[in-house]
């Protein structure tokens, strides 16, 4: 009697799906998908890809909670949906401002196109003129990608902080996000790897090490200088290093299955947004942009200083956020 009960029980769960151990499985996200999965809503601030577009445009979320600006080029734009979110939570405002292939630099781009090179800095100029137009900035976050900046490494710091400066100088602090994996271009794209590897006991085989897909951090040189120049609390450093590539090896899906990139460089739309509890994290512990010591900043005197120990403790020396 008992047995039969018991396997009527079993034929119930089973024919109504009642097993949970398969639904706790990883589970690939959607290859097609997340191709096309760019931050939504994004094309009307993300001028470029013709010649002549120059004009300065932004995206504006939120109503309520401390303004940023959220400046750089297409990778700014992919981390935006994560900005977007916290926006949407009522915790900040953003402005987006981004332009394709043109970060937030005094740097002139590496392209064989003239209009590119030249469209990018009467684009830069325009930021310029926004930023010193704006009364209600608590904090600027830029993000850009660092391979298409002329020159050497070591003077991508110094050509930063010059166009960083129409905001230092307000005593508006400057968050540069660093560490944007870059996937080898010779290379299939990460969604592309997994098309061939998609059982979970094959993501790994899409990895590869820090060092060959994360480019120079011109973060660390940037935000140095301008702590030098304006004070400790003028500018900080968020590194997404560890939560990309965690144990310092670079994967493509995250242990759940969420697809991470839509191509070689640019994290998907649902990753991005996926983040914003880390980013908020990584935000506060600034302490510029929220909290009651948000408003006393200081363009470095030794009062500042001590707030500013008060507020980042050991990132006011120079570490990761």
Same mark, same amino acid.
């Given at each position: 009697?008992?047995?039969?009960?018991?396997?009527?029980?079993?034929?119930?769960?089973?024919?109504?799906?009642?097993?949970?151990?398969?639904?706790?499985?990883?589970?690939?996200?959607?290859?097609?998908?997340?191709?096309?999965?760019?931050?939504?809503?994004?094309?009307?601030?993300?001028?470029?890809?013709?010649?002549?577009?120059?004009? =300065?445009?932004?995206?504006?979320?939120?109503?309520?909670?401390?303004?940023?600006?959220?400046?750089?080029?297409? #990778?700014?734009?992919?981390?935006? @949906?994560?900005?977007?979110?916290?926006?949407?939570?009522?915790?900040?405002?953003?402005?987006?401002?981004?332009?394709?292939?043109? %970060?937030?630099?005094?740097?002139?781009?590496?392209?064989?196109?003239?209009?590119?090179?030249?469209?990018?800095?009467?684009?830069?100029?325009?930021?310029?003129?926004?930023?010193?137009?704006?009364?209600?900035?608590?904090?600027?976050? &830029?993000?850009?990608?660092?391979?298409?900046?002329?020159?050497?490494?070591? *003077?991508?710091?110094?050509? &930063?902080?010059?166009?960083?400066?129409?905001?230092?100088?307000?005593?508006?602090?400057?968050?540069?996000?660093?560490?944007?994996?870059?996937?080898?271009?010779?290379?299939?794209?990460?969604?592309?790897?997994?098309?061939?590897?998609?059982?979970?006991?094959?993501?790994?085989?899409?990895?590869?090490?820090?060092?060959?897909?994360?480019?120079?951090?011109?973060? $660390?040189?940037?935000?140095?200088?301008?702590?030098?120049?304006?004070?400790?609390?003028?500018?900080?450093?968020?590194?997404?290093?560890?939560?990309?590539?965690?144990?310092?090896?670079?994967?493509?899906?995250?242990?759940?299955? *969420?697809?991470?990139?839509?191509? #070689?460089?640019?994290?998907? !739309? &649902?990753?991005?947004?996926?983040?914003?509890?880390?980013?908020?994290?990584?935000?506060?512990?600034?302490?510029?942009?929220? %909290?009651? =010591?948000?408003?006393?900043?200081?363009?470095?005197?030794?009062?500042? $200083?001590?707030? %500013?120990?008060? !507020?980042?403790? @050991?990132?006011?020396? %120079?570490?990761?956020?």
């Amino acid at each position: 009697m008992l047995a039969r009960l018991v396997s009527a029980v079993l034929g119930l769960v089973l024919a109504f799906g009642l097993v949970p151990a398969a639904a706790d499985d990883p589970r690939l996200s959607s290859i097609p998908a997340a191709e096309v999965d760019i931050a939504p809503g994004t094309r009307a601030c993300f001028p470029g890809a013709n010649p002549g577009e120059t004009r =300065l445009l932004t995206c504006e979320y939120g109503w309520r909670g401390p303004r940023i600006l959220a400046i750089g080029d297409s #990778h700014m734009r992919a981390l935006s @949906p994560a900005l977007r979110r916290l926006a949407e939570e009522g915790r900040m405002r953003v402005s987006l401002i981004t332009r394709s292939r043109c %970060g937030w630099t005094s740097r002139v781009i590496e392209n064989d196109t003239a209009w590119i090179r030249d469209d990018c800095q009467s684009w830069r100029s325009q930021v310029t003129r926004y930023i010193r137009r704006q009364k209600d900035v608590r904090a600027i976050v &830029t993000l850009h990608r660092a391979s298409p900046m002329a020159g050497r490494p070591a *003077q991508r710091g110094p050509d &930063t902080v010059r166009s960083w400066r129409v905001a230092l100088r307000r005593t508006i602090p400057v968050i540069a996000v660093s560490n944007a994996a870059n996937w080898d271009f010779s290379g299939p794209m990460p969604t592309e790897c997994l098309r061939r590897n998609r059982a979970p006991r094959q993501w790994r085989n899409c990895s590869a090490p820090a060092r060959e897909v994360i480019e120079f951090d011109w973060t $660390a040189p940037s935000v140095a200088l301008a702590r030098r120049s304006f004070g400790p609390r003028a500018a900080f450093r968020i590194g997404l290093r560890d939560t990309h590539c965690p144990g310092r090896v670079c994967r493509v899906v995250t242990p759940n299955g *969420q697809i991470m990139y839509r191509d #070689h460089q640019h994290v998907t !739309a &649902t990753y991005a947004r996926s983040l914003a509890p880390l980013l908020l994290r990584r935000l506060e512990a600034t302490g510029v942009v929220f %909290g009651r =010591l948000a408003g006393l900043r200081s363009p470095g005197a030794a009062a500042g $200083a001590r707030v %500013g120990w008060l !507020a980042v403790g @050991p990132a006011s020396r %120079g570490r990761d956020l």
